[in-house]
């Protein structure tokens, strides 16, 4: 677990409040697009990714949009369920190994700059969101959580950055950009997809080889035990 990461939350874990809320049909959603889609549903449950500036070399990235821009033209929305597994395996496994591969600076990997980020993270949770898990890997980030009331998910999502890249940057005497500007995000459909981002998370650092730290809120670990 990520140091000072178990620490107790500002209120009672098991309130009905703190249980997610997932995708729902009849609700609005918010989309925004850019590189990538961004989805929000008010305080739907989102898993969200987030990776240092180097952390993928430009050569590969500017591949990897090419492929996925083709991809996109010759399957137009809505999709099936068979094209849904097909963009994630062409598209989303492949981000997730280059991550996993460790490249770049992994300026994370250093002590402080992880504790900054896991303590960043717990800072304003029960306030402003409900935090599930996280981990903090060398050069990205995973972390599950629900908004609170008006502060929405890229509002939450951009101040964590923020504040650690100020403070990261201050410590370390770097320059230029610390994060990578965008994201990715998915928002949580159902009590399944639930569990198996939590697993997600609490394995990455084992999957990847032992490095990074992962966190579980306490009353959610069962979950990462039960398969």
């Not at 249980?19 to 925004?32: N, V, W």
């Not at 898990?133 to 509002?155: C, K, Q, W």
Request: charged fraction near 25%; charge should be negative.
């Amino acid at each position: 677990m990520c140091e000072n990461s178990s620490e107790s939350r500002p209120h009672d874990v098991t309130s009905p409040s703190d249980q997610p809320r997932f995708l729902s049909a009849e609700g609005t959603i918010t989309k925004r697009i850019a590189n990538l889609p961004h989805w929000e549903q008010g305080e739907t449950c989102v898993f969200v990714t987030f990776r240092l500036a180097d952390s993928i070399p430009q050569s590969k990235l500017g591949q990897w949009k090419e492929e996925r821009d083709d991809w996109l033209a010759r399957h137009p929305q809505p999709w099936s369920d068979e094209e849904k597994s097909e963009y994630l395996a062409e598209f989303g496994n492949v981000l997730e190994k280059w991550l996993d591969d460790g490249l770049g600076s992994c300026a994370l990997g250093q002590p402080d700059n992880r504790e900054l980020v896991c303590q960043a993270l717990h800072h304003f949770d029960g306030e402003r969101y409900i935090l599930y898990a996280f981990a903090v890997m060398p050069n990205h980030v995973h972390a599950l959580f629900s908004p609170i009331d008006d502060f929405g998910a890229s509002e939450t999502l951009h101040s964590w950055k923020s504040f650690t890249a100020h403070k990261a940057v201050r410590a370390n005497g770097a320059s230029g950009p610390f994060w990578q500007k965008e994201s990715w995000d998915r928002l949580i459909r159902d009590y399944r997809h639930f569990s198996k981002v939590i697993r997600y998370i609490a394995r990455n650092p084992r999957n990847a080889g032992g490095i990074g730290c992962a966190y579980v809120r306490p009353d959610l670990t069962h979950m990462v035990a039960e398969y």
